[in-house]
T-cell receptor, first 116, second 114 residues
Framework: AQKITQTQPGMFVQEKEAVTLDCTYD???????LFWYKQPSSGEMIFLIY??????QNATEGRYSLNFQKARKSANLVISASQLGDSAMYFC?????????????FGQGTRLTINP | ETGVTQSPTHLIKTRGQQVTLRCSSQ?????VSWYQQALGQGPQFIFQ???????GRGNFPPRFSGLQFPNYSSELNVNALELDDSALYLC?????????????FGPGTRLTVL
């Protein structure tokens, strides 16, 4: 079974600093996808970035980048120049290729707080 | 915004009752997935619908059921509500094709069972 581990329950960072949120995963499937979502207090899960297991380069989307280390089975999210609006829960997820379905398996999340 | 909508926003029910939650998928998407998120936890997969058929289910009992309609909107029904069913229910839509199949989430329905 696929599993996602996020070991940082909470992170506190000063505004404008870069922050790295850790994610490790476990799977025996050679083909998989890794996702990061942001969940503000309102509850909606906001898609941030995707990395495919066969992608040669690390994914980037604006201030977000994904540090993908396949051999270590890690997919850390890096947020550059953090902003107050980045304060939220962050979830790492893996796409599980069930027969017919492609469910997401989520980690426990990391609560990020940006201090002014 | 993703274009995925859910109703109602909040709901309070008592144990033993039945509830129906609704989801409208993003335009052009043909797949809907439902997740349950208990307080302080990551979302857990309930089931997924593609072309009006359930094509995958997580570890949830049969009293959790669903429908997908020809316009790709979806319903989640929960019978015989239990206290542990109190959670945020998230709907996600996606376009089923080879590749990313990124799931885009709605704002959720917060269900409280008393």
């Amino acid at each position: 079974a696929q599993k996602i581990t996020q070991t940082q329950p909470g992170m506190f960072v000063q505004e404008k600093e870069a922050v790295t949120l850790d994610c490790t995963y476990d799977t025996s499937d050679p083909s998989y996808g890794l996702f990061w979502y942001k969940q503000p207090s309102s509850g909606e899960m906001i898609f941030l970035i995707y990395q495919g297991s066969y992608d040669q380069q690390n994914a980037t989307e604006g201030r977000y980048s994904l540090n993908f280390q396949k051999a270590r089975k890690s997919a850390n999210l890096v947020i550059s120049a953090s902003q107050l609006g980045d304060s939220a829960m962050y979830f790492c997820a893996m796409r599980d290729n069930l027969p017919g379905a492609q469910k997401l398996v989520f980690g426990q999340g990391t609560r990020l707080t940006i201090n002014p | 915004e993703t274009g995925v909508t859910q109703s109602p926003t909040h709901l309070i029910k008592t144990r033993g009752q039945q509830v129906t939650l609704r989801c409208s998928s993003q335009s052009g998407h043909n797949t809907v997935s439902w997740y349950q998120q208990a307080l302080g936890q990551g979302p857990q997969f309930i089931f997924q619908y593609y072309r009006e058929e359930e094509n995958g289910r997580g570890n949830f009992p049969p009293r959790f059921s669903g429908l997908q309609f020809p316009n790709y909107s979806s319903e989640l029904n929960v019978n015989a509500l239990e206290l542990d069913d109190s959670a945020l229910y998230l709907c996600a839509s996606s376009l089923r094709q080879t590749g990313t199949d990124t799931q885009y989430f709605g704002p959720g329905t917060r269900l409280t069972v008393l």
